[in-house]
């Protein structure tokens, strides 16, 4: 079993780049179902994927069927119409591939898919106020929330690149002072 994310026409650069990177950290692959709204290339995708652009699993698909053919699982689908919290679904208990879909920025995701699929819509809670977050938070938020329920599969709990006593042996002490209180 894994966990995917799954971008339907997705319209902002800086968002898809963000879930990328964010995704290259949760070791998920990224499907992102066309058309887009900008040209997909490192230099739109630069600043927000950062150096984890080269890391990332990713796959394009001509529109949703063409989606959904390749791509046997369980789908949830990330709508503010959705009546349950990311976090009431028991991800655990799935036994297949796990797809978490979310709409392009404008419109989400077409309401006659979700209509269809209304068990499988997740909502994040928040303000009645807000209309929405922003899509890449959306997507660390829940994403996450499915890492916690599996226990992190794959995913380090320390710190790998510089060690997991950094902290720890981190000297806080000012150049050439014994002590790191001022007079």
């Not at 990177?21 to 630069?46: M, Q, S, W, Y």
């Not at 499915?146 to 709990?157: A, E, F, G, N």
Request: aromatic residues 14%; proline residues 5%; negative net charge.
């Amino acid at each position: 079993m894994a966990v995917h994310v799954v971008l339907y026409e997705p319209e902002i650069p800086q968002n898809t780049g963000n879930i990328l990177r964010t995704c290259v950290a949760a070791n998920t692959k990224v499907h992102i179902i066309k058309p887009l709204g900008f040209e997909l290339n490192p230099d739109t995708l630069k600043r927000a994927a950062s150096n984890h652009l080269a890391m990332a699993e990713y796959f394009f698909y001509e529109n949703f069927e063409d989606f959904e053919s390749k791509n046997p699982g369980t789908y949830f689908y990330m709508t503010r119409y959705g009546k349950k919290p990311h976090s009431s679904f028991n991800y655990a208990s799935v036994k297949n591939d796990i797809y978490l879909i979310f709409g392009k920025e404008s419109t989400g995701i077409p309401y006659e898919r979700l209509r269809d699929h209304l068990d499988y819509c997740f909502r994040i809670p928040m303000a009645g106020s807000c209309r929405s977050l922003n899509l890449s938070n959306a997507v660390a938020i829940a994403l996450y929330e499915v890492m916690r329920q599996l226990d992190y599969p794959d995913l380090s709990l320390h710190e790998v690149q510089k060690g997991e006593d950094f902290l720890e042996s981190f000297d806080i002490r000012p150049l050439g002072r014994k002590d790191v209180f001022h007079e």
